[in-house]
């Protein structure tokens, strides 16, 4: 079978399929040109993918609703999936074409293979598409190819963490170089370079890594001979980490009779690696979040613990001043690097022992000193603790400027007082102290991961509560949790609860955070993160406080993305998120959503999500006739009709996406 698609003006992409048994599944992967011969670049190679499957806890709180679960510390298998090519269809949707092959198996796992091209896009997707009969698997995935007994490539390369790409022959001199390892590389990505160009693999972006804790780059890519003692020959892709950062490791939920894709995409260049990367960094920006006109990138959740560390140093250095080595923190450099204007931080996460609490005080002084300090005219740093005290589960805490208090109120003791060196200090001991100070100092907080890890149930506990109630609670959090590559689209946890939070009648919303520790230049940042892009025209000055930021999350005027897709502007009726639009007299008439859509790799499709206080509804708005790097406008007429707020959603073939908060409807 052979199959041709067009890359541009000029270029085609060749994938030709032996369908014979024994045989290499890709016969040739080529670059075809109208003036010039085709040029090959791979041939006889196959298309590999090992499933890890492990168990999920089902017993334990939250069951496939989990981060707080080890399937790697439990009995596991690996295997390799194996394609009999038992019958091959073709499918087509909107613009892009799908080859698929029957006859695949990975143990307990069963399904095909699927080839999917998209015009105008030097991408090829390949996807194990499995499912299983059995229940509590949790699962990892390696995907990419393989070449035999010698490699259909010359050299191997990739960008370290350091951004200096590293090239190596394919095959070495010395046979212990030659057996398979993975490697920490930038974007994700490996390269195999050929003599007529290079073919690059790398994973979904943000589906592909699971949740954890740390963000460093666990070497996410492989190549060599042998991997994982399952693949003979040579071979070159991308890996799941199944030890992860040996903290806490969910791996992916893949619930019984539920289509696991399990995808790598294929880039094809006629250049040497660095052009290959330099094409496969455009999908992501360059793994930075892109400067939108009108809108400022905030970010949340970050128990980075800088206050500690940088105290820590003054009394190893016997120093009052800035200690050696943190004159600009690693971290404040990967958030300057990854396009972030505005971080959030949440300080403190640790044992509250006696010691801290003493020192309650003294680290808030330095916290608010040091989040000055590494602010600038570019980049605003500001303080934020997840405090959990008093309502339950787990919240965040953010405030217009430096506020002073502790986490607790002895008896006796006054909700405020003044202390010198710190001005006024309030102590909260119970939900109503917290509310109360959040009505004084005109601040925020909301419930982090929501319905999942210590937030389990939360915040439909207290969704009645007047702290709950109040507008100084925002709502809640999203992030791509757990991880299930199922499904369409990420965070269905916290999406489902936007909508849950509208019907119950309450102006809340939900803003992107990301939930780790520690973050440093060379971590594998970009693809834990979304961001939330502000609509804000200028970035607040650390002195004069950062109330325009806490207004705009207030009025909902910012949307939510994993950096990929980006929605400049959206309306119902002429009123953006976080408005309030009039139903029409007529009330079966319906009104137009505008949006403007921005996107890098092909899209899939829109949602315009709306309920009735009841019921949720959503109009599908099929995008499959997108190729990469585009814009649109949509004008779609919404039925309003008994509805009480609208949203959109948009997503992408790699599962990346965004969405908006609401507009309100009477």
Not at 27 to 53: F, N, R
Not at 199 to 223: E, T
Not at 390 to 397: E, F, K, M, Q, R
Not at 452 to 472: A, E, T
């Amino acid at each position: 079978m052979r199959a041709i698609w067009p890359l541009d003006d000029r270029e085609f992409g060749i994938l030709r399929l032996e369908l014979q048994p024994d045989r290499p599944l890709i016969d040739e992967l080529a670059i075809g040109d109208s003036l010039e011969p085709e040029m090959p670049l791979l041939k006889g190679v196959d298309p590999v993918t090992l499933v890890t499957v492990g168990t999920r806890d089902l017993r334990a709180q939250g069951a496939w609703v989990a981060f707080f679960d080890d399937p790697p510390k439990r009995p596991h298998e690996t295997f390799l999936a194996s394609l009999e090519k038992k019958a091959v269809r073709f499918e087509t949707h909107g613009n892009r074409s799908t080859i698929i092959i029957d006859g695949l198996t990975a143990g307990p796992f069963k399904g095909d293979l699927r080839f999917t091209l998209y015009p105008g896009s030097r991408l090829v997707q390949v996807q194990a598409v499995v499912s299983t009969d059995k229940d509590a698997c949790a699962i990892v995935y390696d995907g990419g190819l393989t070449s035999g007994a010698r490699p259909a490539w010359k050299s191997v390369a990739w960008f370290d963490t350091s951004d200096h790409l590293q090239r190596v022959d394919a095959v070495s001199a010395d046979p212990a170089r030659q057996a398979a390892a993975p490697l920490a590389s930038r974007n994700r990505a490996i390269v195999a370079e050929c003599d007529n160009g290079s073919v690059a693999i790398f994973p979904p972006p943000h589906q592909f890594l699971y949740p954890l804790d740390f963000a460093d780059n666990f070497k996410y890519v492989w190549h060599g001979k042998g991997w994982q003692q399952k693949v003979d020959g040579y071979g070159i892709g991308v890996r799941q980490p199944p030890e992860g950062d040996k903290r806490h490791v969910p791996w992916m939920n893949a619930p019984p009779h539920t289509e696991q894709r399990l995808g790598v995409f294929y880039l094809l260049s006629r250049g040497k690696a660095e052009d290959a990367m330099e094409q496969v960094r455009l999908y992501t920006h360059g793994d930075k979040f892109k400067k939108l006109d009108g809108y400022l990138t905030f970010t949340s959740h970050y128990h980075i613990e800088h206050t500690l560390h940088f105290v820590e140093a003054q009394k190893q250095q016997k120093t009052t001043g800035i200690p050696r080595g943190m004159e600009e923190p690693g971290f404040v450099k990967a958030f300057k690097s990854a396009g972030v204007d505005i971080v959030h931080l949440a300080e403190f996460h640790v044992n509250r022992d006696e010691a801290f609490m003493a020192n309650r005080l003294p680290l808030l002084k330095t916290l608010h000193s040091e989040c000055d300090r590494l602010s600038d005219d570019r980049f605003l740093l500001l303080p934020g603790e997840e405090p959990n005290l008093a309502l339950g589960g787990h919240w965040i805490s953010l405030f217009p400027k430096p506020v002073y208090w502790t986490l607790e109120r002895k008896k006796e003791q006054p909700f405020s007082e003044e202390i010198e060196g710190y001005g006024t200090v309030y102590h909260a001991g119970d939900s109503a102290d917290v509310l109360r100070l959040m009505e004084r100092e005109n601040g925020l907080m909301w419930t982090a991961h929501p319905r999942i890890k210590s937030s389990f149930g939360f915040p439909d506990v207290y969704r009645h509560k007047d702290y709950f109630l109040s507008d100084h609670f925002l709502g809640a959090a999203w992030k791509a949790m757990p991880a299930d590559a199922s499904l369409p689209r990420l965070g269905v946890r916290s999406l489902d609860l936007m909508d849950d939070m509208a019907n119950w009648g309450l102006r809340k919303y939900v803003l992107g955070e990301v939930d780790i520790f520690q973050v440093n230049p060379d971590y594998e940042l970009y693809g834990h993160m979304n961001v939330n892009y502000l609509k804000l025209d200028r970035l607040p000055h650390y002195r004069d406080g950062w109330q325009p930021v806490l207004d705009t999350l207030r009025q909902g005027r910012f949307f939510v993305t994993t950096g990929e897709v980006l929605i400049p502007s959206f309306t119902i009726g002429g009123k953006e998120a976080g408005q309030t639009v009039k139903r029409p007299a007529d009330s079966d008439a319906p009104l137009v959503m505008d949006a403007k859509l921005e996107w890098t790799f092909p899209l899939a499709f829109a949602e315009v999500i709306s309920g009735d206080g009841e019921k949720v509804y959503r109009q599908h708005i099929d995008l499959s006739d997108t190729g990469p790097f585009g814009t649109r406008e949509l004008h779609v007429p919404v039925p309003l009709a008994g509805r009480k707020w609208v949203r959109l959603e948009v997503w992408d073939i790699a599962t990346n996406g965004a969405f908006t908060e609401p507009v309100w409807v009477e």
